[in-house]
């Protein structure tokens, strides 16, 4: 079975300045998806960043950034220029590509990272 | 267009009783997927409804149930509440067409609590 593992329970970085979030998996698949998710006190999780795990290049949204290391099973999250409205609980997930009605249809996600931004 | 909404936001039950939870899916999503997140930890799956039909099942007993409808948007109902069922429960839909490459747009979630 997959499994997602976020060693880092609370980061903090000074704002404008750059964090990097860990993410490790397990799979035994060769195919997938990965996903970074940020999750305010609002509560409703927001999608951040995907990467496919057949393409090599890194993804990038603006000053978010990822470094996949595919034979790693690594999947860090950069924050470059942090702002406070960066602060919240991030989540590392991971998805089989092979999802099919029936079988292997959920999204396995880790414990999370509490990010605090200091003014 | 709307995004997923989740109704009520919080809720407190008695244990033994029974609860029902809903969720709206965003439009244009045909798949909807339910999660677990206890306190500081992360989402744990309990099931996930593709064209009214469960599609994939986590670890958790049949008193857990849901329904999808034709419009997409679904229930999650739990039955013979216990202490531990204190939780956020957080809906998620999705457009899928049989491979697993889409994220989720998630709901802000119900507060359960158990007591």
């Known amino acids: 079975a997959q499994t997602v593992t976020q060693s880092q329970p609370e980061m903090s970085v000074q704002e404008a300045e750059t964090v990097t979030l860990s993410c490790t998996y397990d799979?035994?698949?060769?195919?997938?998806?990965l996903f970074w998710y940020k999750q305010p006190p609002s509560r409703q999780m927001i999608l951040v960043i995907r990467?496919?795990?057949?393409?090599?290049q890194n993804a990038t949204e603006n000053r978010f950034s990822v470094n996949f290391q595919k034979a790693a099973k690594s999947f860090s999250l950069k924050i470059s220029d942090s702002q406070l409205g960066d602060a919240a609980m991030y989540f590392c997930?991971?998805?089989?590509?092979?999802?099919?009605?029936?079988?292997?249809?959920?999204?396995?996600f880790g414990a999370g990272t509490r990010l605090t931004v200091k003014p | 267009e709307t995004g997923v909404t989740q109704s009520p936001t919080h809720l407190i039950k008695t244990r033994g009783q029974q609860v029902t939870l809903r969720c709206s899916s965003q439009s244009g999503h045909n798949t909807v997927s339910w999660y677990q997140q206890a306190l500081g930890q992360g989402p744990q799956f309990i099931f996930q409804y593709y064209r009214e039909e469960e599609n994939g099942r986590g670890n958790f007993p049949p008193r857990f149930s849901g329904l999808q409808f034709p419009n997409y948007s679904s229930e999650l109902n739990v039955n013979a509440l216990e202490l531990d069922d204190s939780a956020l429960y957080l809906c998620?839909?999705?457009?899928?067409?049989?491979?697993?490459?889409?994220?989720?747009?998630f709901g802000s979630g119900t507060r359960l609590t158990v007591v």
């Open positions: 998620a839909s999705s457009f899928e067409r049989g491979v697993g490459r889409y994220g989720y747009t």
């Open positions: 799979t035994s698949e060769s195919d997938y998806y």
């Open positions: 997930a991971y998805r089989s590509a092979f999802s099919r009605p029936g079988r292997n249809n959920d999204m396995r």
């Open positions: 990467q496919e795990a057949y393409k090599q």
